[in-house]
Nanobody, 116 residues
Framework: QARFVELGGDSVQPGSSLTLSCAAS????????MGWFRQTPERKRELLAT???????NYGESVKGRVTAFRDNGKNTVYLTLNNLKPEDTGVYYC??????????WGPGTQVTVSS
């Protein structure tokens, strides 16, 4: 099972942009759909975006229109660009198999904090 390390989180002001990356320890080519998730203290882990092997991307309603997800199977890495960040985007961001359960193995995540 691939393990993931997320990077790119930062403390930024509202309206800023960030690009997060997630590198897998093994090949992700056999993972049909990769997902980006966000964990906040108030809500359970939320699925923000899914990216299939064929490049089909779907976004959650809370981020639709403000994010772009991409996967590079050759580099075993997935990316998430967040634009026009809002305070409610604050949280820890993770990537994993889009079907991953909370009890599965997760990476450390990367913290995004949006405040003025």
């Amino acid at each position: 099972q691939a393990r993931f390390v997320e990077l790119g989180g930062d403390s930024v002001q509202p309206g800023s942009s960030l690009t997060l990356s997630c590198a897998a320890s093994g090949s992700i080519v056999n993972i049909a759909s990769m997902g980006w998730f966000r964990q906040t203290p108030e809500r359970k882990r939320e699925l923000l975006a899914t990216i299939t092997n064929s490049g089909v991307v779907n976004y959650g309603e809370s981020v639709k229109g403000r994010v772009t997800a991409f996967r590079d199977n050759g580099k075993n890495t997935v990316y998430l660009t967040l634009n026009n960040l809002k305070p409610e985007d604050t949280g820890v961001y993770y990537c994993n198999d889009a079907q991953a359960r909370i009890e599965d193995t997760w990476g450390p995540g990367t913290q995004v904090t949006v405040s003025s």
